[in-house]
């Protein structure tokens, strides 16, 4: 029943962010004659922010992503962590998932390893990241979601990726996460995917 909700969420999800592509990219800062230009939207809390794929994982994975980490977000599918990084951004980007009910969208997030590629999609841009860590921590441990993970107050030069979810399945004790860097961003254009989701 879960698993059929939020399937049902991620359509509607789906239709919300090609709604919202079809207009003037939000991220991209607009400046008028003698004025700054404006601070990049990310999105409000509960709607949806971008396209999370995985394609070392399936290449049919993909999952919309919403703004938010609160219970109900989570049931819609995978959240960004609300005053981290934006996709693509300087600083540490962090999402996190279900691994079991709702969709599991991070069911097989141990599958992934060293030198496996994620995805980001956002409205004008694809950002890949390289996987360069997994770690099990515990539930406690926010230095993770840091914009320098583990260092706080450090400021953030790299562009990075914190993906979490729950360890082991079916238990909630600790948390499972994998730790990826930028490696490439690449404008969107029609027909012109980035590399990792491109195929052989």
């Known amino acids: 029943v879960t698993n059929l909700y939020t399937d049902q969420q991620q359509s509607q999800l789906g239709r919300e962010l090609s709604r919202e592509?079809?207009?003037p990219d939000p991220t991209r800062p607009v400046r008028k004659p003698g004025q700054p230009a404006t601070v990049p939207v990310v999105a409000a809390l509960g709607r949806a922010l971008?396209?999370?794929y995985l394609p070392s994982i399936s290449r049919d994975y993909v999952r919309v992503v919403v703004e938010g980490v609160a219970t109900e977000d989570l049931k819609r599918g995978p959240g960004h962590y609300p005053g981290t990084a934006a996709p693509g951004a300087v600083g540490n980007t962090v999402i996190s998932g279900h691994r079991t009910t709702y969709?599991?969208?991070f069911n097989r997030l141990a599958e992934l390893r060293t030198g496996d590629q994620v995805v980001l999609e956002t409205q004008g841009s694809w950002f890949t990241y390289r996987v360069s860590e997994l770690q099990i921590v515990q539930p406690t441990a926010i230095a993770v979601t840091y914009p320098?993970?583990?260092q706080f107050g450090a400021i953030a030069t790299k562009r990075l990726l914190t993906l979490t979810t729950c360890n082991p399945e079916y238990s909630a004790r600790q948390r499972l996460i994998v730790?990826?860097?930028l490696v490439a961003s690449l404008a969107k254009r029609a027909g012109v995917l980035p590399p990792a989701l491109a195929g052989p």
């Open 21 to 23: 592509w079809a207009g």
């Open 179 to 181: 730790r990826a860097e």
């Open 148 to 150: 320098v993970p583990g």
């Open 50 to 52: 971008a396209r999370i």
């Open 103 to 105: 969709g599991a969208p």
